[in-house]
């Protein structure tokens, strides 16, 4: 009898113990950049360029996912120096593709229109 009961207390704890949520933490990382800044000058473009590279590779190398907000100056200075899809620097395809497919899943490119 009494083994019949450790069983079954056993058991019991075993089915308790499995329905217990287990407690997630979700955040997200976000950036954008104002429409007031100026990337016409391949200096200023570059110096956005590398910094968004950088974290870009330190997200995906820790699993996260990351939302990617641009605006339309700095579409428009990555579209006048960068060529497009021919080239490791080109930012936004870069962070596009990178996990593989299906692309943006660590990256989503999120352009916003503000006016300055």
Do not use: W
């Not at 933490?25 to 950049?33: A, D, K, M, P, T």
């Not at 590779?57 to 939302?67: G, P, V």
């Amino acid at each position: 009898m009494k083994k019949v009961i450790v069983i079954s207390f056993l058991m019991v704890s075993f089915i308790v113990k499995a329905q217990i949520p287990t407690p997630t933490l979700n955040f997200g990382i976000v950036s954008h950049n104002e429409p007031g800044e100026n990337y016409s000058a391949f200096v200023d473009y570059d110096k956005v360029r590398d910094t968004l590279q950088r974290i870009v590779d330190i997200i995906s190398t820790k699993s996260a996912k990351y939302n990617m907000q641009l605006s339309t100056n700095f579409i428009q200075g990555c579209l006048n120096h960068e060529v497009a899809a021919s080239t490791s620097t080109d930012v936004i395809e870069y962070a596009y593709k990178l996990g593989g497919m299906p692309y943006g899943n660590v990256v989503e490119i999120d352009p916003r229109f503000k006016a300055p």
